[in-house]
């Protein structure tokens, strides 16, 4: 009698995270589009990510914006008052504190008025493509998804 699985048995169910995640590189930041966010905490959870989630829809500044990250992440590290506190406590001492199984990180509604206009926004998520780098330079998926408000 064969024991062994059936190729059926190998391939993940149309839902699982393989299939949500299918084309998506494993370092980037991108537009959430069509991905919803209790799809993309079932998937990290499937995968064994950390699933880190920031509502920023009430921000009126960059400090505003930094304080609601650094809290709806739990930062171990203060995030500052600038996006390269932010970088950096998503990055060395993460890495430092062990082996890291992966990210998926959503950014949603991004405010988009006068007091944190284009650049602001931009600026940010230079800040989290900075940090995919990081985190793909040391073969850990690091995958961002936003949206505007």
Excluded at 72 to 101: C, E, I, R, W
Excluded at 108 to 127: G, N, T
Aim: proline share 5%.
């Amino acid at each position: 009698m064969n024991m062994s699985p059936s190729i059926a048995a190998l391939k993940p169910p149309a839902g699982s995270a393989d299939s949500l995640l299918k084309g998506v590189r494993t370092n980037i930041v991108q537009s959430i589009r069509a991905f919803r966010v209790s799809d993309l905490q079932e998937a990290a959870s499937a995968l064994g990510h950390h699933f880190l989630y920031a509502n920023l829809a009430n921000g009126q500044s960059k400090q505003d914006i930094l304080d609601m990250i650094g809290q709806q992440f739990m930062l171990a590290v203060a995030v500052g008052k600038n996006f390269d506190s932010l970088y950096d406590s998503m990055t060395d001492p993460v890495h430092k504190s062990g082996p890291q199984p992966g990210f998926i990180v959503v950014l949603e509604h991004i405010p988009a008025h006068a007091k944190f206009d284009k650049e602001a926004r931009e600026q940010l998520l230079d800040i989290f493509r900075d940090t995919a780098d990081y985190w793909g330079d040391r073969k850990t998926p690091f995958r961002c998804f936003y949206s505007f408000l």
